[in-house]
Every structure is written in C-alpha cells, then in structure tokens.
C-alpha cells in the first residue's frame, strides 16, 4: 500500500518563492508539472539516462526524473523556463535557435541547462569537452553536429557580452 | 545553382543512358533557403506543445496490464485485488470493451489487433487489462495486482521456423483490412503464419543462373531494434459536448486514426476530433493505431477524460523494427556483370501485422538493389511470430534489404578482385531503364551519387589499413527506395482579410521540419515571406486529409497540395483584381500582400477584399489536392509500369578503426549522401541524412533488442543503448545531390528516410577491408566481431 507522508516545501522557482505540498516519492519533474505548469524539464527514459528531464538544483544539474521533490526544500531551482529574460532569450537559447541545435526539441531544454553549467566551468571549451560534458544528454533525433556549433556560439555570445558589458 | 555535367557513358556496357534535359531551378525567394525553424523560439524556452504534456480537467490515468506469457490462452482476470486500492476507479479488460465494440480488432493490414486481449495473448507485454485512477502512482500499483491466469501454448519466435510445417499458429484466421488500395491484394488466410507472400519476377532467374560464369548464395540477418522516440507513446480521450469524442494523440496519421476509431465505434467520421501537437520523435512509432482505440474506448466506458502515457520500457512492447533474414543468390558474368539475383526474405513482423505486409511488399520489391539486372526472382514473406509486433522504422524495411545485397556486392567485388566502387558503376541502373517491377528509373541519380561519395572518401588514392592491433578500413554502400503510393495529400491555403495566411495541412510535424517546409512553399508561391507564414496542427476537424506523415511523402505530396492550395488562392485574388482592374489576368502578378499590373496599377489587400466582400473583411481559401498516379502490381509477377511517383536515392560511406583485441569498430568518417530533388530547405535536409545516418550507426553497431522466450531482456536505456555524442564520428557529413525533380514541388522529393540506407554495409564492408572478416548479421558489436576474428584465425571463443 502507498504509505502517504506529505510534506510542504518551500524553495525558489526560476527566481520567485515557490511552496508544494508533495508526497516523498514524488520527484522535482512531477511536482513542477503538476503544481507550476512548467513542462521544459520532461521525463523520458525514466532512469536519468536521456537528460530531457535536466533542472538545476543550487546551480547544479541534476536529472529531474530521480531527484526527489523533498531534496529541493530550501534550495534555488532553475528550469528552462527561468531562462529567458523578460521574453529575452539566454545567449545559449538564442544560439541553439541560431544553429538549429534540435530537431523534434524534445531534449533541447536539458541540452540548454547543461551548456549553462558546461559554459560556466569552461568558457571556452574545446569540442572534446563538449563531447564528453553532454555525453549524458541524448537526442534520438541525433542533431549533435549542431549542438556542438551552438555550444560554441554560445561561448562565443557570452564572451562578447561580457568583455562589452 | 549549376547543374554539373553528369552522364558518363558506362565503359562497358550496351546501355545508353538517355539524355536528359534538366531543368534549371528558377529563382526563388522563399524555397531553397535555409530559413530557421518556424518554431524555434518555442523549442528553445519551453513552451513547445506536446500531448505528452496534456492535462484535461477530471481525467483518469491509465495503466496496462500486460501478458508475462508469448502464447497462451488467458484463463481468468481477477481484477479483485487491484480494485480494492483506494483511488482505482475502474478496472478494464477486453470483455469489457467488447459490450461497447463487438468487433474491437484494428489494423490497417489485416484487423488482427485487439483493443485488449481476447481469449488469448500472443506475445509477452500484450494489453491484458487497463487500470483507471486519478492518480497515475496509484494506477501503476494496482496494475501489478491484477491478476492474470495463462494456460501456455507453444510459441514461435524465429521468422523462417514460424514458416515451416508443424510450426504453432498464432491467428486462426485472418481477416484483410481492406482500408488502402495498394493493400487490396491482401486474402483472408487461415491456418499460417505468413500473412503475405509478394513476389517480384523480371526475366528468367533459371537461364540466368544457368548462364552464369560464378554463382554466390548468403544469409544475411538483422535484429530488431526500436524506435525509442523520446516523448513516449501517449493519447488522451474525451466526450465532447456534439455527441462526440476528441482524442488528442502523438500520431503521425491523425486521419487514419479518426477513420478507424470511427469504424471501431460504428461512428460516422464527423463524431470523432483527432488532433496532434509537435510529436517529440516518431521515426514510425506513432502511426496507425497505438493507443487511440483503447482510450477512445475507456473515455466511453467510463464517461471521464482518460489518459494514457507510456514509459520507455513500454515503448519496447508496442512497436519495434523488423528482424529479416535474406537469402541472396546473386548469378556473375566474368566481366562483372550481375546477370541474375534471387532474394528470398523472411519478415519478423511479430504478433500483429501492424502495417507489416506493406514493409514487405515495398521493401521487398527493391531486394536486387539498385542495378540493371536482367533475371530477377524477389520473395518476401510477412510473417507471424510471438514478438512484440514490428512496423515501420524510418525506411521500412528497407535498411535490412541493402545490408544484404550491398555486403554480397562487396563479397562478390572482392572475390572477381574489382574495386567495389567500380562494380557499383558497372551494374548501375540508369535513368530511362527498367527496374525488375517493370518501371522506368527517371530523376535517380545513382551515378551521381556514387560520384559524390567517391570524391568525399578520395577513392581513388591509396589508403593506409595501418599495422598492429588497430587496423583501418573503408567501405560504402548505396541503396534505394520506392516512395509509397497511392496516397492523397489535401491543403488549405486561408488568406485573411491583411494578406496574412494559414496552412491548414494534416502533415504531423514530429522533428523533420515539416512546419517550415510547408510555409516556405506557400510563402514561396504567393510571394510573401515564410516567417509570416502560420501552420495549423493536426485537427481533423479543420485540417483536411492526409494519409500519413510516413515513408518520406511529406515534401512531396503535401508540398505539392500546399502549391496547389497557395496557388488556387492566388489565382482567386488575381480573378478579384482582374474583374476590378478591368484587364486580363495574366497582366497580373501578386506580391507582398498586394495586387500589382504590368502597367503599373496596384491592388492592395484592402481594395481586393473591398472589391469582394463590399468590406475590408473576408477570407479567401485556395485548396489542393494531390495524388500521384500509380498501377497496382501484377500480383503474380509483381510487374507495374507506375510502381512509385518517385525514387529515392542513397549512398554512405565510412572510415574505421577495428580494434582486433577487442573487437571494438570506431566509426572515423562517415559520409551520407542523398539525392533529394531540390530540397526546400537545404540546412534541414541535411540535418535529416545526418541523423538518419547516426541513428542507422546506433542499429549498426550495438542497438538490438535482446529476448529471453519473448521477454524482452533490456527494455530500458540503461540496458539499450542508443548513439550519444561520444558514437558520432568526428568527421560526419551530408551532401544533398539537387536535381529537380520534374513532379516536386519545387524540383523536392523526400529526404527523412534516405540517410538509413547504405550506413550499416558501408561499415561491414569497411571492417571487411581493414581485417577480411565478413559478418552478415547485425549489430557489429564487439563481441560478435572478435568472435568473426577468432574464427577466421582457427581459434575461436568459447560459446557464451
């Protein structure tokens, strides 16, 4: 039988104060389908293999799909929704839609949210460490040549923003 | 562009290649560029609509029961358990869906299929029972306690021993669908396996073999796989307020579906809503009936929305690929000329025909390749198996025909010690000449395509196979399809009372770019820019027909459909401004939203609506509709003078490394060229050989399905794994071969499929090149590598 402990969490949503009342069992992907409408982190392979369900926790990306809701009590989570600006897109969404770096978009979001992180530790990186960083984010449609090139555009967008603030 | 000059007259061969005049694409505004996706933005944040995602106010959830036995007769359901759950609203079975549909078989080949099981289950993971509740989690528990009673009977799981006398049988009788015409041919059988036998003969194979200086005879074999689209299978039902039902679905054949619910129900069409949204993936997953029978069905049990998503382990239990094996026996002249070929094929279509016998017949009418072979005999056989069913895959069938005829192409090449290229362009079937069903070869570039891949892999210089444990080799492949035929295509082009205008079209957007390739047409055609351009999704209640987003038929029969609906609109507009205008209407152009005469006169959407509507309101709705012509074949000899409106053509090429300790093949280079037409937008064409090529490299190398007595042993993608970026060789490429087609829109054909074709023989015939060993059944995994290594040096492993 289910055995239904609940519990309120309070955490940051893509910048605003958030609470859910969640089951323990359930993961962050449920709960932000479920009580925030907020669909960018998607499940698929269940097993926190594909990456479509990728979140950031604290500024970490973690497979949605696995973390449990619980965890995120008094932490900061971004989804791909929190991305954008005021309907400005991020550097890194503008070059994936720059480089057509998707096809049926499924993946995408977990795509942008690991470049993010990805671009954070190496701003400039080479295509090997493209390579291997996104290796745990698959996409069936298999676009990766134009992923590569919008990781790097995006590298390439940052830096001009940066040293031209 | 420049049209390169391209007729070589073949060296060794009686055959002219006729001239052919080939028209120069005229300029063009819209089509031909590679114009972003129409849907980026919304791709990119988020807010991209999928049915995965959908939520209707009060819905259930459900979840499948499923048979744990390949054969057996289903001895009771008790479904006791599992009702007792707090929060199970219902508990279904096929009983149940018989007091709403007597008759509740579907298929679009034969209607075998079961909303649920009846009486008897066919293969491990079949529906047994659909458990409804608010809560999914809920749902999930109480599915396992349903319980369910099996007396076994004996399974068959091998595609050519479920041929053979005394063989199980699975359908006691088979009842033809009768729902397209080119499945007409199709008999009500009992008492076998093979649901279709199809037979190709051109010439006369006997003499052939007879004449023939050498003879060589293989089996090839290939497993089947999966689709593993990344937004599972998913379809929502309910009542609508007209006396109704709307299904919301990730289906690439929304018309089909509203058509065979209907017929489910004994409906009139119009009761039934099928709508779609982006699909996220579908590679052939999603089409015919899946899961919209049986949620149409509870919704109407039930009278509440209901909903059924399913998890990646079910995608393995719905619909796979189909394993094949061919036997190919191919008759040589000693100049190299391939006089006769017999192919034999075995289809592993599982336990519901799905659209199986159409993979077999279409498929299997191309099983000699694409060369010009006097003697042909081609058999297929669609056959039953206790599998989980096979249907299409992105090139039905037709991956699993070039592994076979395009490795014995190397075996033979190597074996008469010509270069494998230069067998290819011996036997090549050239324009203007008949392929083994009868028809002519027009707008097939296989020369030209051979020229490409032969100028990308630098053929003609010398290679190094390198020394020690890892050795390099290259190989390639070419292959071909038959578009599928008949089928119709119906547009509407909505021009607004601004000059702004909707596609209304029931193609299925599910990745390829089909948005935008329809709005660059209409854009194109009524001159106006393709960022302007809306496309409504799927909804059979405002889009008009369409047989299926499939077989790579989109570009081209939609495409077409869409330029006859932009133009019927046009020529309305221009029949407004004529009669205004008082002048002829081929004095008038329309561009921009406006109305514009060789004299100068201009039109503006406003004065064309005043002039029609008496106000600056209105709409006018251009519509086209097209269907190619097509001769049914001769069922027979399988002889039609119009078997297909057009062909496509593939070739691929690959470097590799092989490590001979391991077994372990890299792919360094692979090279995929498609010959396209004119494609509408270069970027996305080439973007579709790119990742119909690496998909084609995960089948290739380590994607199969693994059974244990019909249990599926790995469904998960921890256990299958599918190409990452870490499989994608560095050097990947795709090159478009654009010659217009005479009937394209725009000079286009299809291009989803081709990248498929030639990838998997390109690879086997380039690991034969770097270490001579050939292995003819696929995947190429390391383990079956090293085995071939070992065997070939006397010292072979031990069995598993």
Known sequence: ?165 | MTIPARFTEPADTTVEAPPKAKRKAAVRREVGRSIPRLESHAKVDGSAEYIYHLRLPGMLQGKICRSTVPHGRIVRIDASAALAIEGVHAVITGEDIRTLIPDPYYGPAFHDQPILAIGKVRYVGEPVAVVLAADLHVAEEAADQVVVEYEPLEPVFDEVAATKPGAPIIHDSLRPAGMFPDLQYLKGRSGTNVALDARVLHGDVEKGFAEADQVFENVFRSRKVVHATFEPTVSLAELNGSNGLTIHTSSQSPSYVRAEVSRLLGWPENRVRVRTAFLGGSFGAKLYIKLEALVAACALLVRKPVRIGLTMEEEFYTITKHGATVRIKTGMAKDGRIVAREVETWWNGGAYADIGPRVSQKSGFTAAGPYDIENVSLINYAVYTNDPPAGALRGFGISQIVWAYECQNDIIARSLGIDPLEFRRRNILHDGRPHATGTIMTNAEIDEVLDRLSDRMHWDVLFDHGSGPVRRGRGLAIGFKACIAPTTSVAVVNVYGDGSCCVSCSTVDMGQGSDTAMAQIAAETLGISTETVRVIHPDTDVTPYDMATLGSRSTYHMGNAVRLAAEDARAQLLRIAAATLQTDIEELEYRDGAVISRSGARMTMRGLMLARFGMQAGTVIGMGTFTPPYTKPDPRTGQSPQITPYWMLAGAAAEIEVDTETGRIRVTKLVNVGDVGCAINPAIAKRQLNGAGTMQLGFTLFEEMRFNEGQVINASLADYKIPGMLDVPEDLSAELVEFPHEHGPFGAKGVGETGMFSVSPAIANALCDAIGVRIMELPLTPERVLRAIRESENRPLESE
């Open chain 1, 1 to 165: 039988m289910m055995n239904e402990t609940r519990r309120i969490i309070r955490f940051t949503l893509n910048g605003r104060a958030a609470t859910a009342n969640i089951a323990i069992y359930e993961t962050v992907i449920e709960v932000l389908q479920r009580d925030f409408n907020l669909f960018g982190g998607r499940e698929s392979c269940g097993q926190g293999l594909c990456g479509c369900c990728t979140v950031l926790v604290n500024g970490t990306a973690v497979s949605g799909c696995l973390y449990l809701a619980a965890f995120v009590d008094g932490a900061e989570v971004v989804t791909v929704e929190g991305l954008a600006d005021r309907g400005v897109l991020h550097p890194i969404q503008q070059a994936f839609v720059s480089k057509t770096g998707f096809q049926c978009g499924y993946c995408t979001p977990g795509f942008i949210l690991m470049t993010e992180q990805l671009l954070k530790r190496y701003p400039h990186p080479t295509d090997d460490e493209i390579r291997h960083y996104l290796s745990g984010n698959l996409c069936r449609c298999a676009a990766y040549p134009d992923i590569i090139e919008a990781v790097k555009a995006a590298a390439n967008k940052i830096q001009a923003v940066e040293s031209d603030p």
